[in-house]
């Protein structure tokens, strides 16, 4: 029975996620549900000492990160150098080469710092009219921007600054440049696969004559000639790539293994303020590196964002709050359901499969999908286990860098399910529908899930980390 409520659980949340329904509002119902099935007494206990704990412990550490993220993306969408960049990458590129344009545009952003749901935006109305001018149909479309923005650039290649690599550091004490060899080499796997998927897919349904449909007229792109110079347009995704690597580098240095804030120079503190560092670096090292990107648009792009700063940056201040707030619901459920006595017959159940690495990439996808979200399934395995894997890594002598970049990978797997926002906004900003294009999406997340098996077998053949 305890088993069963666990399950009711997880089934209402996803069923309120794919419906359309607040996380932030179902998460709780559906966490004191399960609790209230169980023991009755412990309701309001655990709302306040387990959800509230969880929910707010996890706002405390990644909320700014959702904020400079939205703020950056915002700013390079608002100053043209997105659009540059993409009439860039087709000059470049080829248009005959569409997929491969999408591809590289979207995960240039990404990888920048570009919040993945500006980034379908961005590119929609570039892709759009090059898909019409290759005469390539246009449901294909939603799988290659899928690969560009939620896979590799998402959770795979070390140091990037999206929240799904950044999770893992606060538990694994790692930071997001962890496992590089085997996050390149997954990287390259995936791009691999990926394209070679689409262009088949795009090949084989050519052939049978289809062309560009859906609509006649696109949004059109905005016009080359006033956009700004393609290099100045991504010299702020540099500056916050190499930015992140050597904050990564230099925080330790700077504060060592920890740092003591005592009344001696803040005389108003009532107690001292200690901070593990190697708890925080990744976070502090992407909070600066997207601090310092916002600067470097407001500095070369001001006279074009100045009109629309206000409104633009009060809108992207809500998408943080809501992103942050979502998945922070997420793991104060995750935080609940990991303390009752049903959960630990699905920990038992998952500790039957005897490999660590493969253990966790099952758990974490798996919850990635059942909650529709990334983040959200890794911040529940995570709340949940996270002890678990760690005590079984160190058993089998197994880095946590491996550990951490498994996991990054897995969130990013199966999370891509029907019920998962960014596809559900991917598909309504193309104008198309799961019945049209989610063929092909799904085709990418079971190759990224896929590949997250592949860089377990790498390690374990060659021992790269």
Known sequence: MSFLIVLAALAFLMLAAYRGYSVILFAP???????????????????????????????????????????????????????????????????????????????????????????????????????????????????????????????????????????????????????????????????????????????????????????????????????????????????????????????????????????????????????????????????GALLLGILLVCATAFRRIRDGFAEGTKGAVGGALLAAMNTASEYGFGGVIAALPGFIVVRDALRSVPDPLVNAAVSVTTLAGITGSASGGMSIALAAMSDSFIAAAQQANIPLEVMHRVVAMASGGMDTLPHNGAVITLLAVTGLTHRQSYRDIFGITVIKTAIVFLVIGTYYVTGLV
């Open 29 to 287: 119902v559906a966490a004191l549900g399960a609790v209230l099935l169980t023991d009755a007494t412990a309701v309001a206990p655990v709302f306040s000492g387990i959800f509230m704990e969880k929910m707010v412990g996890f706002i405390k550490l990644y909320f700014p990160v959702f904020l400079l993220g939205a703020v950056f993306g915002k700013l390079i969408e608002m100053s043209g150098f997105s659009q540059s960049i993409v009439v860039a990458a087709i000059r470049h590129i080829g248009r005959s080469r569409a997929n491969a344009v999408i591809v590289a545009v979207c995960g240039a952003l990404t990888y920048g710092g570009v919040s993945l749901f500006v980034v379908v935006f961005a590119v929609y109305p570039f892709a759009a009219e090059l898909y019409r001018q290759s005469n390539i149909p246009k449901r294909l479309m939603p799988g290659a921007i899928a690969l560009g923005a939620f896979t590799f650039t998402m959770d795979t290649l070390p140091g990037t600054p999206q929240i799904q690599n950044i999770i893992p550091t606060t538990f694994f004490h790692t930071t997001g440049w962890a496992a590089p060899w085997l996050g390149t080499i997954g990287a390259i796997l995936t791009i691999v696969c990926g394209l070679t998927y689409l262009e088949w897919r795009r090949r084989s349904v050519m052939a049978s004559g289809e062309g560009y449909g859906g609509d006649t007229q696109p949004i059109a792109p905005a016009d080359p000639s006033s956009l700004p110079s393609p290099l100045l347009a991504v010299a702020p995704l540099i500056l916050v790539g190499v930015a992140n690597f050597l904050l990564t580098q230099w925080i330790p240095r700077w504060y060592g293994a920890s740092h003591v804030i005592t009344s001696d120079e803040l005389p108003g503190l009532h107690a001292p303020v200690s901070t593990s560092i190697s708890a925080v670096v990744g976070i502090w090292a992407v909070e």
